[in-house]
């Protein structure tokens, strides 16, 4: 709204109120003097139409229509006083003339007055509810007019006899025009102040009801300043009611453009969100359906038509139409869920497209129920999945290809597990023979016979072969991920004096210095796998032998702090370098060195022996222990190995590993039954206990075995696992069954496969020891010993009963 030219009308408004005001009386004082209008039902009317129309501004003011007056902090004052004078207003235009006329004129006044007061108290005034506010006032203002017509004699006296306004008329007109002049300037101030027009608007009311009352005293009933005060009023309500009819369309309209603005603006961007939805249905090649099951409709978009094989024409789509392009299983199911829609929330469902010969492609059907108060209808979405599909058959025909790979690969280790395992007890058990034999020939052969040499070189053959046939266990071992470390206390110097006697005659034939050194604390133990780091320096200590004839051979161990997070947070690293000055590895050998069955290169397969599978061994040992093996190597000055372990140090001293023969420890009371079906077998365990000093009992299988253990309580059992009639498994599980208080012997297996699973079946039937063939006379030392300790302490508890 234009402010401008609003305050000039109404600041014109209010000068031309009071110009007609004063003209009005001036005339009534001369040439119009004594004109006068009688015109009750006139004056009714012009009473009344006002008392209406403030009462519909005073009203409009309280309720939402105020909030357009809400710059202004006058306007809920004003809305009382406007309704206040309406109502009273409304009185005295509804009665006759006379003394109660008279008094509700003068009463609205006064009454105008106080209540436009309030301006100046606005505070008091804003927090008056509305509805008990105009309850109140409608009750007090109902009592003061039945009080004018049921006791009029109640109600002061407004006319003297003369015909003239008494004091009190007088005094309330003065006293409301006063307090309506005195509102009015406030007002104007406050227009002033903050340039609220609507402030403006309340004083021009103000400042002509003021003049109105003043000038009530002036004038005379019916004359012309008396009709012209009431006509004034009535413009006063009538320009109040028009500003805020006004005020009302301009807000109205202002919010309809508003309002027709955002939904402009909204409907640009929900039109851009729709142009984009679609660019994306159709980059996606997304279809769009709805299906209502009253009418049994199914309707798609262009692309869903295109989708589901069907006319491009309506989107009305036809079930028989739809019957022929998907497949007869997948409609059946498709069918069944859009007709369940009563009981479902959502749909998905995977259908074949084709034609009857062939359905080659795939499309996924997604939706959801929308319920309506008169129905419920199915929207949703449709794409092809032809290609995830496709993946998904692969994928499991892969899977099953895989599973049938698995499978075979499993079928073939355990081929080869059987197989290895054959071999070794194929093997073993003739090795066995030559070995045992030989060595027992070899101690009673005196150095200088002529036959000597050949004996000794049985036995350096036989324990070649029998080095081959453990690489090969062990290589298969590791590769089946089967190795299992046992970690314990290890001393160092013990284990470095039995390698540097173990190869100390085999250096003295190649003419090869060995040596060793230990840097560390002999307090100290690390702790590992003593049996298979015995091993991986067996095979360097051999290899470094083998490989510098004439040459030298040194074997260094030492401990250093671990100083990374890379050693599996142990605190110390175990480094054992073996620096031989042999012949060297090149640069490209070197690279497949710790290959499996390769070596240097074929020469020396044909110089120096070996199956490739050592080294190999070594390394994937020294992995398994945590650890890693380094080469440094030069042609013609040699090579250097390092194993690094991450080890943690105990502080107890570890048993020494086989010590010698003592046969003076051995129990010579020993009762000895060996079931073992070979011949040759029998011959050389046979001469091996005798010479230690004991005479066996032997049987040639586990029946036989079971029938001696029945008659003889025995204190050690060897036993053969492979025999006929009854094997060494179940004769052990016989044997030891239902002892009833009988002395129970120590079962150790003799057997020539070594494989993991034969080991674990032996300790499952109750053998406590296992001897695999080759059986060396100091294993079977071992068990007799261990048997001695505990018929020691059997015989100690029967004593002490």
């Not at 004038?219 to 009538?238: E, P």
């Not at 050949?454 to 071992?477: E, P, R």
């Not at 010698?660 to 011959?683: G, P």
Request: proline share 3%; aromatic share 8%; net charge negative.
């Amino acid at each position: 709204m234009n402010h401008f030219p609003m305050h000039r009308i109404i600041g014109g408004i209010i000068m031309l109120t009071l110009g007609v005001h004063f003209l009005s009386w001036f005339l009534s004082q001369s040439s119009l003097q004594g004109v006068t209008l009688v015109q009750e039902p006139l004056h009714a009317a012009v009473e009344v139409a006002g008392s209406l129309i403030a009462l519909a501004v005073g009203l409009a003011l309280l309720s939402r229509w105020g909030e357009i007056f809400s710059d202004s902090g006058n306007t809920k004052p004003v809305a009382w006083a406007m309704i206040a004078m309406g109502v009273i207003d409304g009185m005295h235009g509804v009665i006759s003339p006379g003394n109660n006329f008279v008094f509700l004129h003068s009463l609205a006044s006064f009454v105008g007055g106080l209540f436009f007061l309030s301006v100046f108290f606005p505070k008091l005034i804003d927090p008056i509810p509305p509805k008990p506010g105009l309850a109140i006032l409608g009750v007090v203002l109902s009592a003061i007019f039945l009080c004018t017509q049921t006791w009029p004699e109640l109600i002061p006296r407004m006319l003297t006899d003369s015909g003239h306004f008494s004091s009190n008329a007088i005094f309330l007109n003065w006293g409301g025009g006063l307090g309506l002049a005195l509102a009015g300037g406030k007002l104007l101030r406050d227009y002033y102040r903050q340039r609220c027009i609507h402030d403006l608007l309340f004083s021009l009311h103000c400042l002509s009801f003021a003049a109105a009352a003043m000038m009530f005293e002036a004038s005379k009933l019916w004359d012309v300043s008396w009709w012209a005060w009431h006509i004034l009023r009535l413009f006063a309500y009538g320009i109040a009611l028009a500003v805020l009819l006004h005020e009302k369309v301009e807000s109205d309209q202002s919010s309809w453009q508003s309002l027709s603005r955002t939904i402009a603006k909204q409907s640009k961007k929900l039109g851009r969100v729709a142009d984009n939805l679609n660019l994306t249905l159709e980059a996606a090649n997304i279809g769009i359906w709805e299906f209502d099951p009253i009418q049994l409709s199914l309707r798609g978009d262009e692309r869903f038509r295109a989708l589901t094989e069907q006319d491009q024409g309506d989107s009305l789509i036809s079930f028989t139409r739809l019957k022929s392009s998907i497949h007869p299983d997948d409609y059946a199911s498709l069918k069944k869920k859009l007709l369940s829609v009563e009981s479902i929330v959502d749909i998905e469902l995977d259908v074949r497209v084709g034609n009857e010969h062939e359905f080659v492609r795939y499309l996924r059907l997604k939706g959801k129920v929308r319920r309506h108060e008169e129905r419920s209808v199915i929207l949703g979405v449709c794409w092809e999945i032809t290609d995830i599909k496709t993946h998904e058959h692969r994928l499991v025909q892969a899977r099953l290809e895989a599973e049938k790979a698995k499978s075979a690969a499993e079928q073939a280790s355990r081929a080869k597990s059987m197989f290895l395992s054959n071999m070794s007890h194929e093997i073993r058990t003739p090795l066995n023979g030559v070995m045992g034999l030989s060595e027992e020939i070899l101690e009673e052969t005196p150095k200088d016979h002529p036959h000597y040499q050949a004996i000794h070189s049985i036995v350096a053959s036989g324990q070649s072969l029998l080095s081959i046939i453990n690489d090969i266990l062990d290589y298969s071992k590791l590769e089946a991920g089967k190795v299992e470390l046992e970690p314990a206390p290890v001393d160092m110097r013990d284990l470095l004096e039995n390698l540097i006697n173990l190869f100390s005659s085999t250096a003295s034939r190649n003419s090869v210095s060995l040596s060793y050194s230990l840097d560390m604390n002999t307090a100290e133990y690390p702790v590992c796998d003593r049996y298979r780091l015995q091993q991986v320096l067996n095979n360097l200590i051999s290899n470094a032998i083998k490989f510098s004839p004439g040459g030298s051979v040194r074997v260094e161990a030492k401990l250093i702090v671990a100083n990374d997070e890379t050693h599996g947070g142990k605190d110390r690293v175990l480094e054992i370098i073996i620096e031989d000055s042999g012949i060297g590895i090149n640069e490209e050998n070197l690279q497949k060195l710790f290959t499996p069955f390769s070596q240097a290169d074929m020469s020396t397969t044909r110089r120096f022996g070996g199956t490739g599978l050592g080294l190999s061994i070594c390394s994937s040992l020294v992995q398994l222990m945590g650890g890693k093996i380094d080469v440094e190597t030069e042609i013609g000055f040699g090579s250097t190995f390092k194993v690094s372990l991450p080890v943690s140090i105990a502080q107890l001293r570890p048993m020494r590993q086989k010590a010698k023969m003592d046969l003076e420890l051995l129990d010579s009371d020993l009762k000895i039954l060996v079931a073992e079906d070979n011949n040759v077998n029998q011959m050389v365990i046979e001469m091996s206990l005798k010479s230690l000093g004991f005479s066996p009992t032997i049987v040639e299988n586990g029946q036989l075995a079971c029938a001696a253990e029945s008659r003889s309580n025995f204190d050690v059992i060897f036993m053969d696992c492979h025999m006929p009639v009854m094997d060494g498994f179940e004769a052990t599980a016989e044997i030891l069954k239902d002892r009833k208080g009988r002395h129970t012997p120590l079962v150790c297996a003799l057997t020539a496969s070594v494989m993991k699973d034969d080991i674990d079946r032996c300790h499952q039937c109750g053998m406590e020891r296992v001897l695999s063939k080759p059986v060396r006379k100091h294993d079977l030392y071992e068990v007799l010993l261990q048997a001695s300790h505990i018929r020691g302490h059997s015989d100690k508890l029967k004593a002490s009963a």
